[in-house]
């Protein structure tokens, strides 16, 4: 436990980015109907289950024109 207690204060900030970019992103597929890849369902599971990188994808290539 001493070795993660170390890292702990490096950790919080990313588990924090990384909450608001799910949230961020999920609220933006559940609102809006267009987007340039896929579908809804598609981008709610890369959103939510592949961590960080799943927003950031998802505002990069799914985001439809607005």
């Known amino acids: ?9 490096f950790l919080i900030p ?3 980015l990384q909450l608001v970019l799910a ?4 609220v933006h597929v559940l609102r809006h109907p267009r987007y340039r890849f896929g579908n809804k369902v598609v981008w709610v ?3 939510l289950c592949v961590s ?6 998802y505002f990069v290539f799914g985001r439809g024109e607005e």
């Open 1 to 9: 436990m001493g070795i993660s207690s170390e890292y702990f204060p």
């Open 45 to 47: 599971i890369v959103v």
């Open 23 to 26: 949230v961020t992103a999920l």
């Open 52 to 57: 960080i990188i799943g927003p950031v994808i």
């Open 14 to 16: 990313l588990l924090i």
